[in-house]
């Protein structure tokens, strides 16, 4: 890098030694005086690079040191401890196992055709039975495993992530020194064509996810040495959030990756998996596959008795005596998975209610009380999981929302989705753009973009009304080609050359050629106004001037810009970011064709400010306009009118992923999803704005909840 920037400083200095005599007002000791400051910096640069390229090549024959088994022993060890304070304040913040971790039964499922054959996967009896067993049976259980793999499989809601969180804590209380260090990380990270290999996406996420590794006392490429000496145990939470063709590519990277001794935890909700092994015409070698059972009424009592407070309300007793003996059919239905104990815990025993509602809604259908339970949930999730200070947490949120605002928000999210043509489930942050017309919103920012214009131009140049017309086109144009942005999907740059070098070779022929028309046109221009010499001046200019703009602003960015499909994408965020620097790539193309008119225009005479501003403006205009994905535009310019509304927050992306973080939803591929589609449901039926109906009723009153529980 330093040696483009030597080289470009370089250029640029004797460019301008040579050029700027030549322009009007500039005196020769400041062209002397810019050139040489130029120059330095340029030597420095250069200078730079040539000491670091002496020092690699002095130290290119010496292999590095690998590391010691003492140093892996350490590094180990303080792997360990950082994932298990991680998670243990984790666990302790979503109460997982307080007093005890939840005794829903898992077993080995039951569908053949998601599992490997038996002999392969455990010496002697099969393990998991189906037993209600204890967190450190079930460690018990994984470790007999011949490879140690493990498929977690079940619905929404029954406790997947937990029962992989408990697990992994279990395996670091009980580790043995030449045990590896389980580490929990989600599959939405994983691109399999970034990185084919699983060890290769491991190593870099430890080096990121724990930077105590790459201190200096514990040697060079831990993170890389522990992967590749099988230290460390993967468990890979949510492969159901990534979309079909991704799983199953997900899914085959792992069977390529491993060897005999690789140890590995996924979890997945069923129906994900039984696709994905279809798709891929074959199973996770060598792992075990379990599913949960239901959990009987009696269990479900004994487990909520436990989480109550010493001192209980006084209906408590007649809620479990109900659950126990089978008079509250519709509470024993809920409770019989983790997510509906789960619910009952989180709007009940946390806030300290009186629980007659459980027994009254509990003689009726299951479907009822999970309605009221999805009515409270909302408010006594956003304040019992306060916003996190400091780096970015899973199960954190990174900022603070009022809950009658989050009901509001995702209440008219799901009458969108309920609205909608497509999937009901798949809620698109490019598709927020579709929720409100787009004509209002184009015309006001061609106004302000006209206004902006206009206005420079006219501090420029000193002429309104020219300047005025200028506003006034480039506000058309805005209004005019962003007609399409808000149905365009996501798209990202893709600079890799292999199997497209044909495609860029036939972009520099196409800008060779605009190149040559430009100099013909240079040519008949410059000799009609200074003979020969004008005519060699003008073709110069202009023809690269053509060639290069076209290169760089036209074909080099048809040939960057690439639609982002839903396979390929690995998570909201990233297709968000990836069409925003998309959008900065034009902008910058835009701006130095800008630049390169303003060089011409200074060749012209023309005063510099004129020249250099307005280019940089016009070419900052262009890069705006040009492409043909503009997702990232269409949701800035959208989220503000919805948020004067009430629709959304002003930062919408960041409420997506907190609501995401807090529970509320999840994702699978590009898309956000409501985690519980009961709760979708059941927010769905209320009024869009979050106004009426029984959605409306929990935004309205969340704060008067949060008030009476006390949490606040």
């Avoid at 269409?634 to 973080?661: C, I, N, Q, S, W």
């Amino acid at each position: 890098m330093w040696v483009a920037v030597g080289v470009l400083l370089l250029i640029l200095s004797s460019a301008f030694l040579l050029w700027a005599p030549q322009l009007p007002g500039i005196p020769g000791k400041g062209v002397g005086a810019v050139s040489v400051f130029s120059a330095v910096l340029s030597a420095m640069a250069l200078g730079n690079s040539l000491v670091q390229f002496l020092n690699w090549w002095r130290g290119r024959g010496a292999p590095a040191p690998a590391p010691t088994s003492t140093d892996i022993g350490t590094a180990k060890d303080i792997l360990a401890g950082l994932v298990t304070e991680q998670w243990r304040h984790e666990t302790a913040l979503r109460s997982l196992g307080d007093p005890e971790p939840m005794p829903l039964p898992w077993r080995s499922t039951g569908r053949r055709e998601l599992v490997d054959r038996p002999e392969i996967i455990a010496r002697g009896t099969v393990a998991f039975p189906g037993l209600e067993v204890h967190i450190a049976d079930m460690a018990r259980n994984f470790r007999a495993l011949r490879c140690r793999r493990l498929v977690i499989l079940g619905g929404p809601g029954t406790g997947k992530t937990t029962l992989a969180v408990q697990l992994l804590l279990e395996l670091l209380d009980t580790r043995q020194p030449e045990e590896p260090v389980p580490v929990l990380l989600s599959a939405s990270r994983w691109d399999d064509r970034v990185h084919p290999r699983l060890q290769d996406w491991l190593a870099e996420s430890l080096a990121m996810d724990y930077p105590a590794l790459r201190a200096e006392g514990l040697g060079p490429g831990i993170p890389e040495a522990l992967v590749a000496r099988g230290e460390v145990l993967p468990v890979i939470d949510g492969v159901d959030e990534l979309h079909d063709s991704a799983r199953a590519d997900l899914l085959g990277a792992l069977n390529r990756s491993m060897c005999e001794t690789d140890q590995l935890i996924i979890t997945c909700r069923t129906e994900q998996f039984a696709e994905s092994v279809e798709r891929l015409g074959d199973v996770l070698t060598a792992a075990a596959v379990i599913e949960p059972q239901p959990m009987a009424p009696a269990a479900a009592a004994d487990y909520l008795e436990a989480c109550l407070p010493p001192v209980i309300h006084p209906g408590w007793p007649r809620v479990l005596e109900a659950l126990r003996t089978g008079a509250a059919p519709g509470l024993a239905g809920v409770v019989s998975t983790s997510l509906g104990l789960w619910l009952v815990r989180a709007t009940y025993i946390a806030p300290r209610v009186d629980p007659a509602p459980l027994l009254e809604l509990g003689r009726r259908t299951p479907a009822e009380l999970h309605d009221h339970l999805c009515d409270r949930l909302i408010p006594a999730l956003v304040d019992a999981v306060p916003p996190v200070d400091g780096p970015a947490q899973p199960f954190r949120p990174q900022h603070a929302w009022r809950p009658e605002e989050v009901g509001r928000w995702l209440t008219y999210l799901s009458h969108q989705l309920s609205r909608g043509t497509g999937e009901p489930r798949d809620m698109a942050w490019w598709h927020l753009a579709r929720y409100t017309p787009s004509r209002p919103i184009r015309l006001w920012a061609g106004i302000a973009i006209g206004i902006v214009v206009g206005v420079v131009f006219t501090v420029l140049t000193g002429m309104p009304v020219p300047s005025a017309v200028i506003g006034l086109l480039s506000a058309a144009v805005v209004v005019i080609m962003s007609g399409s942005w808000f149905t365009e999907a996501p798209g990202h740059a893709d600079f890799h050359l292999r199997g497209r070098l044909p495609q860029l070779l036939g972009v520099l022929r196409d800008g060779l050629l605009v190149g040559v028309l430009g100099a013909l046109v240079g040519w008949l221009m410059g000799s009609s106004v200074g003979g020969v010499k004008g005519g060699i001046v003008g073709a110069r200019d202009i023809g690269l001037l053509s060639g290069i703009g076209f290169v760089v602003v036209l074909s080099l960015i048809r040939w960057v810009e690439n639609p982002t499909t839903v396979s390929s994408a690995r998570s909201p965020r990233s297709t968000w970011r990836a069409d925003r620097n998309l959008t900065v790539i034009r902008i910058i193309s835009g701006l130095v064709v800008g630049l390169m008119a303003g060089a011409i225009g200074l060749r012209a005479q023309l005063n510099p400010s004129v020249a250099i501003g307005g280019g940089l403006l016009l070419g900052l205009l262009f890069g705006l306009v040009l492409g043909s994905h503009h997702a990232w535009l269409a949701y800035k310019l959208t989220v503000p009118r919805l948020a004067t509304r009430g629709r959304l927050p002003l930062r919408a992306m960041d409420f997506l992923e907190d609501a995401h973080r807090l529970g509320l939803l999840r994702t699978e591929g590009p898309y956000y999803q409501f985690r519980h589609v009961e709760l979708q449901q059941h927010l769905a039926r209320g009024h869009p704005d979050g106004e009426d109906g029984e959605a409306g009723k929990t935004a309205r009153r969340g704060s008067g909840d949060d008030a009476a529980s006390g949490l606040r």
